[in-house]
């Protein structure tokens, strides 16, 4: 328990499809990411929020948009996607504070699967 | 972001100590060298972090040079469950860090 929760652990979805997944944090930091992992692939940065502002946009396609409505949960809203975007889907936090940014704490992921 | 380079893979037994050494010649004098791993389909979990000399915690220690070019992750011990991809990372901790994670090393811990 890494007190970053992810749902749901797993999802399969049709390309027409839209679909929504969860991370929430508990450890009152105020910085989360979405990161992609791919079969064999290191992970891929995909979304920064600090502060509830999205910070970082890693050049991802508009299918992924995602959503931090308060410092404890970030949504990534899913659709039309390809099959090219199964893959494990991570979710992780860190606190900014005083110049410094703490080490990240990740979620369990959401293992995507787009048929 | 200075890069980093490691194994990308090592071998070891149970009982023994692994060390695993990563490369990051252009590292700049405000990063950190962090080691994460990571369990198949789970994400990172913080090992160790530091700056210079030695860090050491209930988990692993972590050795730098001086010249801090190289560091070096000695996971004492290892067990079965130590069998995982480790990551080395180097950035400066402040607030426009971006965790960036290359291919890291797989180590296998063998009977």
């Known amino acids: 328990e890494t007190g970053v929760t992810q749902t749901p652990r797993h999802l399969v979805m049709g390309m027409t499809n839209k679909k929504s997944l969860k991370c929430e944090q508990h450890l009152g930091h105020n910085a989360m990411y979405w990161y992609k992992q791919s079969a064999k692939k290191p992970l891929e940065l995909m979304f920064v929020y600090s502060l509830e502002e999205r910070v970082e946009n890693n050049s991802v396609p508009s299918r992924f948009s995602p959503e931090c409505p308060n410092s404890s949960h970030l949504f990534l809203h899913l659709h039309t996607l390809q099959p090219e975007d199964s893959a494990l889907y991570l979710c992780?936090?860190?606190?900014?504070?005083?110049?410094?940014?703490?080490?990240?704490?990740f979620g369990q992921g959401t293992r995507l699967t787009v048929v | 972001l200075a890069k980093t380079t490691q194994p990308i893979s090592m071998d070891s037994y149970e009982g023994q100590e692994v060390n695993i050494t990563c490369s990051h010649n252009n590292i700049a004098t405000n990063d950190y060298i962090t080691w994460y791993q990571q369990f198949p389909s789970q994400g990172p979990r913080f090992i160790i972090q530091?700056?210079?000399t030695k860090v050491t915690n209930e988990v692993a220690s972590l050795f730098i040079p001086a010249d801090r070019k190289s560091s070096t992750l000695s996971l004492p011990r290892v067990s079965l469950s130590d069998t995982a991809v480790y990551y080395c990372?180097?950035?400066?901790?402040?607030?426009?860090?971006?965790?960036?994670f290359g291919s890291g090393t797989r180590l296998l811990v063998r009977p």
């Open positions: 992780a936090s860190s606190q900014d504070g005083g110049g410094r940014r703490t080490e990240a704490f």
């Open positions: 990372l180097v950035a400066r901790m402040d607030s426009s860090y971006k965790l960036i």
């Open positions: 530091g700056y210079k």
